[in-house]
């Protein structure tokens, strides 16, 4: 039997990816976020219009995006609730949000210089992708979320996870780290727990280290 639900979250599960973009002042920002989806060589990214990344994003025109294993977890954990701008709104201190502006050193995790843009990847995920920004547009009604669409200019991939002789990864291989309705999960199972769940007052359903 259905029952009629007012859901308050619609995060039904979606791949975590590791934005990276550079400061007015050519620092690197990093921002997890996992409303993402893509068709051919072309990905959509929905994002805080104020956010740091949007801000850095509509002004370089190209951005890095690193996929995280599932045993990443734990750095993208340590992400959740930074923020790369000084200007907390009440919103973001009411969360638990903290302004942070090395943020790849507060997750543990390494920069490494990408190929065609100048934001830089992350050195542990093993898919990165560098991109140019095709179209930005107003996702809601009020503009508090922008919907980015970006052009994937080059692929780096571990070559652990590619099937040889092709240039495709193989499926199996791949672990990708997940976020449903806020938990993180790995090959089906939760694998961290969450601060953003715990920061959002997701219930609590799931068991993880």
Same mark, same amino acid.
């Given at each position: ?13 979606t ?45 370089e ?26 200007e ?23 920069? %490494? ?37 970006? %052009? ?27 976020m ?14 969450? %601060? ?11 068991r993880?280290?």
């Amino acid at each position: 039997m259905h029952r009629d639900v007012d859901l308050k979250v619609l995060y039904f599960g979606t791949p975590v990816v590791l934005i990276g973009t550079r400061n007015p002042g050519g620092s690197a920002n990093l921002a997890p976020m996992s409303s993402a989806w893509w068709l051919g060589n072309q990905c959509m990214l929905g994002m805080n219009s104020g956010s740091q990344t949007t801000r850095n994003l509509l002004r370089e025109r190209e951005c890095t995006l690193s996929l995280p294993s599932a045993s990443l977890a734990g750095a993208v954990d340590r992400l959740a609730l930074l923020s790369g701008t000084p200007e907390l709104t009440e919103h973001k201190v009411e969360k638990g949000y903290r302004y942070e502006p090395d943020k790849f050193g507060a997750a543990g995790l390494t920069a %490494r210089a990408a190929a065609v843009v100048a934001a830089p990847v992350v050195a542990e995920c093993p898919v990165q992708l560098e991109c140019e920004l095709v179209s930005a547009v107003p996702f809601d009604d009020g503009g508090r979320a922008t919907a980015h669409t970006v %052009r994937v200019l080059r692929a780096h991939v571990h070559e652990d996870l590619i099937v040889p002789g092709t240039q495709h990864i193989d499926p199996l291989r791949w672990d990708p780290l997940i976020m449903k309705f806020c938990e993180f999960f790995g090959d089906g199972q939760p694998v961290h727990t969450s %601060r953003l769940a715990r920061a959002w007052q997701i219930p609590r359903t799931v068991r993880a280290s």
